[in-house]
């Protein structure tokens, strides 16, 4: 009962609690009040309203319109209600976790997808330097071999002709023994630069040049190509040494790749070393043509080449550009300058 009713009645809360119907309301009786409730006690109507009059306890009354509800009726309803909320609740969550299941699944295949693709170029990307490194092997080798060879007839030429002295014999031997020891200090040289390493260091980037050059130099004087920079450049990175070295060879390779479609006369690689408040910047320029336009935006996609086939992979400047991204958190960028391609590494500081 709420106090605006009491008031109309005039009783206090704590008299109202001992009243029953038939005390406040006129005329009504049990036999009356009764007939009234059937319908709700025996199930056929829900709720019902009926005409009536409340005494005050003043003694006067008045007319008021009662409404009559069945609460058992009601919390049945009610409970019916939140069963079918409950069920339809029940099966959302279980289609949610059917779908996130599924879904977490899906993300899960492609995720081993992804590693396995990733897993699969990191091998190509080794198999394709080991190659490069045969290559260069073979650039190195090719000098000595032929000077021992040489050195090897003319001491049977010699033998033939019984004019072959003791001096001869050892100068040979000597000359054979210094050259081997030359090929087998390319073997280590080039093992230990295509060793990983795990820890950052601080490294000048003219003795990267050095050491690329020292590999690659007979490779590029044999096509008429000369890498030129700075040799006195005081521009010292701190990070992962071999990763960037193999990132320029990379460049570079490609850059020799391109001379190899032209004629022309004089063939060189400018690289130039820059050193801002924030960041490190490596410039590699070639005048071999540029990249067209209309594939400029693809060429660090993984297998995209513009080389013939069976010469190019097209993932050795998609690996550079993940060395960039994800080892020394920098980019690269790529443009068409003085009729030739210009790459940017930059490299932050931080």
Same mark, same amino acid.
């Given at each position: 009962?709420?106090?605006?009713?009491?008031?109309?009645?005039?009783?206090?809360?704590?008299?109202?609690?001992?009243?029953?119907?038939?005390?406040?309301?006129?005329?009504?009786?049990?036999?009356?009040?009764?007939?009234?409730?059937?319908?709700?006690?025996?199930?056929?109507?829900?709720?019902?309203?009926?005409?009536?009059?409340?005494?005050?306890?003043?003694?006067?009354?008045?007319?008021?319109?009662?409404?009559?509800?069945?609460?058992?009726?009601?919390?049945?309803?009610?409970?019916?209600?939140?069963?079918?909320?409950?069920?339809?609740?029940?099966?959302?969550?279980?289609?949610?976790?059917?779908?996130?299941?599924?879904?977490?699944?899906?993300?899960?295949?492609?995720?081993?997808?992804?590693?396995?693709?990733?897993?699969?170029?990191?091998?190509?990307?080794?198999?394709?330097?080991?190659?490069?490194?045969?290559?260069?092997?073979?650039?190195?080798?090719?000098?000595?071999?032929?000077?021992?060879?040489?050195?090897?007839?003319?001491?049977?030429?010699?033998?033939?002709?019984?004019?072959?002295?003791?001096?001869?014999?050892?100068?040979?031997?000597?000359?054979?023994?210094?050259?081997?020891?030359?090929?087998?200090?390319?073997?280590?040289?080039?093992?230990?630069?295509?060793?990983?390493?795990?820890?950052?260091?601080?490294?000048?980037?003219?003795?990267?040049?050095?050491?690329?050059?020292?590999?690659?130099?007979?490779?590029?004087?044999?096509?008429?190509?000369?890498?030129?920079?700075?040799?006195?450049?005081?521009?010292?990175?701190?990070?992962?040494?071999?990763?960037? +070295?193999?990132?320029? @060879?990379?460049?570079?390779? !490609?850059? /020799?790749?391109?001379?190899?479609?032209? #004629? =022309?006369?004089?063939?060189?690689?400018?690289?130039?070393?820059?050193?801002?408040?924030?960041?490190?910047?490596?410039?590699?320029?070639?005048?071999?043509?540029?990249?067209?336009?209309?594939?400029?935006?693809?060429?660090?996609?993984?297998?995209?080449?513009?080389?013939?086939?069976?010469?190019?992979?097209?993932?050795?400047?998609?690996? +550079?550009?993940?060395? @960039?991204?994800?080892?020394? !958190?920098? /980019?690269?960028?790529?443009?068409?300058? #003085? =009729?030739?391609?210009?790459?940017?590494?930059?490299?932050?500081?931080?």
């Amino acid at each position: 009962m709420n106090k605006s009713a009491l008031k109309n009645l005039g009783y206090h809360e704590e008299e109202y609690k001992y009243l029953s119907p038939i005390d406040i309301v006129d005329d009504m009786d049990i036999e009356k009040l009764s007939k009234i409730l059937l319908p709700l006690i025996i199930g056929d109507e829900n709720y019902l309203y009926a005409e009536a009059y409340q005494h005050r306890k003043n003694g006067s009354f008045y007319p008021v319109e009662v409404r009559i509800s069945n609460q058992q009726t009601q919390l049945k309803s009610a409970n019916e209600t939140l069963n079918k909320r409950y069920e339809q609740e029940l099966r959302l969550r279980q289609e949610l976790e059917f779908y996130k299941t599924k879904l977490e699944d899906k993300v899960e295949a492609e995720v081993q997808k992804n590693r396995e693709k990733d897993r699969l170029l990191h091998n190509q990307s080794k198999s394709v330097q080991m190659g490069e490194m045969l290559s260069m092997i073979a650039h190195q080798w090719r000098q000595p071999l032929n000077a021992i060879s040489a050195s090897a007839i003319g001491v049977s030429m010699k033998h033939d002709l019984n004019e072959l002295t003791d001096d001869e014999i050892t100068n040979h031997t000597s000359f054979v023994q210094k050259h081997t020891q030359l090929m087998s200090k390319t073997i280590t040289d080039f093992m230990d630069f295509f060793k990983p390493e795990n820890e950052k260091q601080q490294f000048n980037l003219v003795d990267i040049m050095n050491d690329i050059l020292s590999l690659m130099g007979t490779q590029l004087d044999s096509r008429g190509i000369k890498v030129q920079y700075d040799k006195k450049s005081p521009v010292i990175i701190n990070g992962y040494r071999k990763e960037l +070295s193999h990132v320029l @060879i990379n460049f570079i390779t !490609n850059s /020799r790749d391109a001379y190899e479609k032209m #004629n =022309s006369i004089e063939k060189t690689i400018d690289i130039n070393f820059y050193e801002e408040a924030d960041i490190w910047s490596i410039v590699i320029q070639d005048y071999a043509g540029g990249i067209q336009i209309e594939i400029i935006d693809k060429i660090f996609n993984p297998y995209f080449t513009t080389k013939d086939q069976g010469k190019g992979t097209g993932i050795g400047l998609y690996m +550079s550009k993940r060395i @960039i991204e994800e080892v020394f !958190n920098g /980019r690269i960028e790529v443009k068409n300058i #003085n =009729s030739g391609a210009n790459f940017a590494i930059i490299i932050p500081k931080s």
